[in-house]
């Protein structure tokens, strides 16, 4: 059984950054696509980022230049490294396993951008 865990949640002042981790077990983590999506109170999931096995990274216009999704196959870990964080990504963040047309998804963790 394929789990997902995530890093707890985080409050972060407006500018800084964070790092989000999901740690796989069950499996094998290089099997699979990873991915980052988060969703706001009274909005629709959206993708961040996603990352093959192999590190080919994809991100959404809307997410290129203040994201950054990365893999450490040898840890099972995923991580999404957030810069210059502003009040507007405040969001639960999940992530996402993916392989073949299996999707296993993380708890979430709430990430809060507040002064």
């Known amino acids: 059984q394929v789990q997902l865990v995530q890093s707890g949640g985080g409050l972060v002042q407006p500018g800084g950054p964070l790092r989000r981790s999901c740690l796989v077990s069950?499996?094998?983590?290089?099997?699979?696509?990873m991915g980052w999506y988060r969703q706001a109170p009274g909005k629709q999931r959206e993708l961040v980022a996603t990352?093959?096995?192999?590190?080919?990274?994809n991100y959404p216009d809307s997410m290129k230049g203040r994201f950054t999704i990365s893999r450490d196959n040898a840890k099972n870990t995923v991580y999404l490294q957030m810069n210059s964080l502003k009040p507007e990504d405040t969001a639960v963040y999940y992530c996402?396993?993916?392989?073949?047309?299996?999707?296993?998804w993380g708890q979430g963790t709430q990430v809060t951008v507040s002064s």
């Open positions: 996402k396993a993916t392989l073949l047309r299996s999707d296993y």
């Open positions: 990352i093959t096995g192999d590190s080919n990274t």
């Open positions: 069950g499996s094998i983590c290089r099997l699979y696509t």
